[in-house]
């Protein structure tokens, strides 16, 4: 699925958009999605300036992202629903992201209950785990 189809659903434009490509989907399971990281990003002008790295933050909402995809493929709504972060746990971070990578995301749908989504989210670097973190969500009416 591309950007069009990811520009459908959810609401997040340039440059707060992090997820280029859905590459695998397997509905109520799991995601996998795809982020080209360009030299060209607006963050890399700050952090850091000749030694550019993509802020750990930038990858969990990356991931937050990925999760909310997955659950609209779950659970699809007529456009009017979206998915909030409710909270991130056990984040770590294992390897720098810099331009030129492609992150690889991951998103695992562990359980539902009383409107509260929990994933297993991963991000990855040619193989080489980048990060990773349980997050939660929530679905809101608009």
């Avoid at 490509?21 to 607006?42: D, F, H, T």
């Avoid at 993509?54 to 779950?74: D, H, K, R, Y």
């Avoid at 539902?112 to 991000?123: N, Y």
Wanted: aromatic letters at 6%.
């Amino acid at each position: 699925m591309d950007i069009s189809h990811i520009m459908e659903r959810l609401p997040h434009r340039y440059p707060f958009l992090l997820v280029d490509r859905i590459l695998q989907c397997e509905p109520g399971e799991r995601l996998l999605a795809l982020k080209n990281v360009s030299m060209n990003e607006p963050f890399f002008q700050g952090h850091f300036p000749g030694k550019p790295v993509m802020p750990g933050v930038l990858i969990i909402e990356a991931l937050a992202q990925t999760t909310c995809l997955l659950a609209l493929e779950t659970e699809p709504s007529d456009g009017d629903t979206i998915y909030l972060l409710a909270g991130v746990d056990k984040a770590r971070f294992k390897r720098q992201v810099t331009p030129g990578d492609q992150l690889q995301l991951e998103a695992t749908l562990l359980k539902r209950r009383r409107g509260i989504w929990v994933f297993g989210a991963e991000a990855s670097v040619d193989g080489q785990l980048a990060a990773s973190a349980e997050i939660m969500c929530t679905a809101r009416v608009l």
